[in-house]
């Protein structure tokens, strides 16, 4: 059964940087896509970037284009690195897993992926 872990979240101050990790585990040679969405208070739960697990494309919300990079290291792990945060990153970052190749726009869509995490919690200070 697979299960995601994140983990990297805190509390910094404004102009920041962050990465946050997620952790794979019983994913058995079987290949999933990787998304990262956050919740923050009094929000919906917004798309923040996927990542493709063979071939490494990235998809980016235009909000976390430019200050967001999301990345697969050689083991069973995915990063979220966040530059220049900005209090309006406070939020519950997830990642979540889907075994589908998803395109455009549908792996915007939460409901389009089938594994998740448990959050890691993002608090941003001005």
């Known amino acids: 059964q697979v299960q995601l872990k994140e983990s990297g979240g805190g509390s910094v101050q404004a102009g920041g940087s962050l990465t946050l990790s997620c952790a794979i585990s019983?994913?058995?040679?079987?290949?999933?896509?990787l998304g990262w969405f956050r919740h923050a208070p009094g929000k919906e739960r917004e798309f923040v970037a996927h990542?493709?697990?063979?071939?490494?494309?990235t998809y980016y919300s235009d909000s976390a284009k430019g200050r967001f990079t999301v990345s697969r290291d050689n083991t069973e792990n995915v990063h979220l690195q966040i530059t220049d945060l900005k209090p309006e990153d406070t939020a519950v970052y997830y990642c979540?897993?889907?075994?589908?190749?998803?395109?455009?726009?549908?792996?915007?869509?939460?409901?389009?992926?089938?594994?998740w995490g448990q959050g890691t919690l993002v608090i941003v200070s001005s």
């Open positions: 990542i493709r697990w063979t071939e490494g494309t």
């Open positions: 019983g994913r058995n040679r079987v290949t999933y896509d």
């Open positions: 979540a897993a889907t075994r589908a190749t998803l395109r455009l726009p549908y792996l915007y869509n939460a409901v389009a992926y089938d594994i």
